[in-house]
């Protein structure tokens, strides 16, 4: 038992060797190589979730409706656009999967992938210095997009080593039966832990000027009658500490969306493409849920 416990974590730290430093170099060297890794790790969440969820002789077709949905969502600059093209194609997914068991999940599928796995080049795009909002002196999409990645990968690893060690109350156990509240803190501390160390990194060793978030400089405190009052300057590291927490909690509530679907349909991964992991959905999981509200708020909030 132990050493089976064992043999599967080394292989999820193999596949995590591998697929970390491909995800943070192509997000260094920068487009088109981002939109290309979009496209590709798209392209297997498509598979898979049309195999999970249909009948295998019509999979190609939703393969091919969800991968020309992402496609437009990625390249094309006008909301209105995409909104459409995601409109006409769910319609033409619910049209032909009638006879479908799960008819609502593969029509659902088409707005999932393409602005889950689009958010990410949203959010990369955001901060595109030729915009003119920032300094291009500075990697700004590189920088942001990775806080985000690493904030996500820390709530994995610190539900994962915290829930398995003090376990505790379940979190959802008619969902997840394995995920617990102790879990879900442990991420948290971690991702803020993360954040904190690497927005040091970035302000204090490297100098890295960041823009000002003046809706947010301060946070305040009052209650008249007893006449408290309380107010904390808020600097770039307990921002960042602050947001860090918010995009954990979206990361577990979209593993759990995901543990919803699986068990929905009876399956224990959503493929076997990575050893140790599952599939792919099951490692972006929490990305894809959380970008959209994360590319929200760096965009239209801060």
């Not at 599967?8 to 890794?37: D, N």
């Not at 769910?90 to 006879?99: D, G, M, N, R």
């Not at 500490?241 to 954990?248: K, R």
């Amino acid at each position: 038992m132990v050493s089976r416990k064992f043999g599967a974590i080394a292989k999820r730290i193999l596949a995590a060797i591998v697929m970390i430093p491909i995800a943070i170099v192509t997000l260094y060297i920068g487009s088109p190589y981002v939109e290309v890794l979009a496209i590709v790790v798209g392209g297997l969440l498509a598979w898979e979730w049309a195999n999970m969820l249909s009948i295998p002789h019509k999979a190609s077709y939703y393969v091919t409706a969800y991968i020309m949905s992402l496609a437009i969502a990625i390249w094309s600059y006008n909301f209105s656009v995409i909104l459409t093209m995601m409109a006409v194609i769910s319609a033409v997914v619910w049209f032909i999967s009638e006879k479908e068991k799960h008819r609502r999940l593969l029509t659902l599928g088409v707005a999932y992938i393409s602005i889950g796995i689009a958010s990410l080049i949203w959010i990369y795009r955001s901060f595109d210095p030729s915009e003119g909002n920032f300094d291009p002196r500075y990697n700004y999409s590189f920088i942001m997009t990775a806080w985000f990645f690493l904030m996500v990968w820390s709530m994995d690893i610190g539900g994962l080593v915290v829930g398995c060690n003090l376990r505790g109350p379940k979190l959802a156990p008619k969902i997840s039966p394995n995920k617990t509240w102790s879990g879900l803190c442990g991420g948290i501390l971690l991702a803020m832990s993360v954040s904190i160390i690497f927005m040091y990194f970035c302000t204090q060793v490297m100098e890295i000027p960041f823009y000002d978030f003046s809706k947010f400089r301060y946070i305040s405190f009052s209650y008249s009658p007893l006449k408290i009052r309380y107010e904390w300057n808020v600097n770039s590291q307990m921002f960042y500490a602050l947001m860090a927490a918010v995009v954990a909690i979206l990361a577990q509530i979209g593993d759990l969306v995901e543990s919803a679907i699986k068990r929905l349909v009876g399956v224990k991964d959503s493929s076997k493409l990575i050893p140790g992991h599952g599939g792919v959905f099951d490692r972006i999981d929490g990305l894809i849920f959380a970008a959209p509200f994360v590319y929200l708020f760096f965009m239209y909030i801060l």
